[in-house]
Every structure is written in structure tokens, then in C-alpha cells.
Nanobody, 127 residues
Framework: QVQLVESGGGLVQAGGSLRLSCVASGRTLSSVTMAWFRQAPGQEREFVAASPLSWSGESTAYADSVKARFTISRDNVKNTVYLQMNKMKPEDTAVYYC??????????????????WGQGTQVTVSS
């Protein structure tokens, strides 16, 4: 079992930055693929970014909509994964979820593949 707790959400103006954190317990982060998803009101949950296992040889993955603006990183010692969000846009407004996948290959982008989820943190970008 893995328990995930997100933090760092809030209100930011367009063009600003936020950093989300996700602390894991119950299983070391070094053994799972970690990802961020988001869900806006009335929309499907969508993939944002994923960080593969460091020894897997796989690459970090990003949704096209956030590429070059968002950066996912992890600190396996602190058992924490981060999402640095820069140059934010109103369309980034959503509840952001941290997720863990026991899959060891190329990070998957569909939410149904992920085994564990956090409770979510609200991010609102004002125009």
C-alpha cells in the first residue's frame, strides 16, 4: 500500500508559479512510477507529467499542454515528488492529483493504470 498526500495548491495569477508536493508513505518512491494528473470541473482526469524509476532508463513524460512550463521531479530520500509549474495559464486551473504506478516500464498516461492516488489539491489561475 502507498499513501499519498499532496500540498502546495492555491491561487496564482496568470504567468505566475506554484510548486506542488506529494509525500508518499507505506512504500518507497524508488520502487514506483510517480505521476501528476489534473481534473477540471466537468472534464475527464488528464495526464500532466510522470517520473519513471531512476534505474529504468525511461524518460520523464509530459502532456503537450504543459511541456516547457512544468517540471516533475522526485526526492527518493524524502519520499516526495514535486511538480514545479511556471508560466501558468487560466486553463491550468484544476484539482491536481498525485498518483503511483507499480508498472516499471515507460510511464503510462491513462489514469486507470495507476494504483494509488492522493486526495488532490486545488490550483486556481486567475487571468
Amino acid at each position: 500500500q502507498v499513501q499519498l498526500v499532496e500540498s502546495g495548491g492555491g491561487l496564482v495569477q496568470a504567468g505566475g508559479s506554484l510548486r506542488l508536493s506529494c509525500v508518499a508513505s507505506g512504500r518507497t518512491l524508488s520502487s514506483v512510477t510517480m505521476a501528476w494528473f489534473r481534473q477540471a470541473p466537468g472534464q475527464e482526469r488528464e495526464f500532466v507529467a510522470a517520473s519513471p524509476l531512476s534505474w529504468s532508463g525511461e524518460s520523464t513524460a509530459y502532456a503537450d499542454s504543459v511541456k516547457a512550463r512544468f517540471t516533475i521531479s522526485r526526492d527518493n530520500v524524502k519520499n516526495t515528488v514535486y511538480l514545479q509549474m511556471n508560466k501558468m495559464k487560466p486553463e491550468d486551473t484544476a484539482v491536481y492529483y498525485c498518483a503511483a504506478d507499480r508498472w516499471l516500464g515507460q510511464p503510462r498516461r491513462d489514469s486507470y493504470s495507476y494504483d494509488y492516488w492522493g486526495q488532490g489539491t486545488q490550483v486556481t489561475v486567475s487571468s
